[in-house]
């Protein structure tokens, strides 16, 4: 079955700085790669996704990369603010109507003021 | 928000209780599932089901047992659970399976004693 390994676990960044959150996966049948913000004491929400058919998507501040060939795909979050501070997991799946969202294990982001 | 709510938001029991975990969607979504959230295992997937049918059951103890009696509800029996069930269970719909965003429910605290 399917494997998501995320790097780092914790991560710490000026308020200004860029933020980069690493993910890898392991079957190159995958397909479809969400990232959820999950903030302190809430529910985890979409924030940007990216299917195989596309190499990068960018909303605003944050940004996704896909590498097929390599297997990994990337969050990037740019001019970090401190209401970006939570816990961000990516995820990957076989897409269609068979497909789980199988979860990284999560990367605290905190963003000092 | 209320498309996806839970409740209770907090259950403590003992090993011998038996309680139940309820959700409900009003998004008009058909797949639902239930994960578990703990600090070793972020986001575990434990059930899914489509158009209420059980599609996924990734190799649950027995003594924790799903129920979708329509496609807007989705129930979680719980009985002789041990302490390290203790975790944040949550709920989730899509719209179907594979790739579409998932909404998270505010999840249920366990606490098993």
């Known amino acids: 079955g399917e494997n998501v390994e995320q790097h780092p676990s914790t991560l710490s960044v000026q308020e200004g700085d860029s933020a980069v959150i690493k993910c890898t996966y392991s079957d190159s049948a995958s397909n479809y790669f969400p990232w959820y913000k999950q903030e302190l004491g809430k529910r985890p929400q979409l924030i940007i996704d990216?299917?195989?058919?596309?190499g990068e998507k960018k909303d605003q501040r944050i940004a996704v990369t896909l590498n097929k060939t390599a297997k990994h795909f990337s969050l990037h979050i740019t001019e970090t603010q401190p209401e970006d501070s939570a816990v961000y997991f990516c995820a990957a799946s076989l897409g269609g109507s068979q497909g789980n969202l199988i979860f990284g294990k999560g990367t605290k982001l905190s963003v000092k003021p | 928000e209320t498309g996806v709510t839970q409740t209770p938001r907090h259950l403590v029991m003992g090993m011998t209780n038996k309680k139940s975990l309820k959700c409900e969607q009003h998004?008009?979504?058909?797949?639902m599932y239930w994960y578990k959230q703990s600090a070793k295992k972020p986001l575990e997937l434990m059930f899914v089901y489509s158009l209420e049918e059980r599609v996924e059951n990734n190799s649950v103890p027995s003594r924790f047992s799903p129920e979708c009696p329509n496609s807007s509800h989705l129930f979680l029996h719980l009985h002789t659970l041990q302490p390290e069930d203790s975790a944040l269970y949550l709920c989730?719909?899509?719209?179907?399976?594979?790739?579409?965003?998932?909404?998270f429910g505010p999840g249920t605290r366990l606490t098993v004693t």
């Open positions: 989730a719909s899509s719209q179907d399976r594979g790739d579409y965003e998932q909404y």
């Open positions: 990216i299917r195989s058919n596309v």
């Open positions: 998004l008009g979504h058909n797949a």
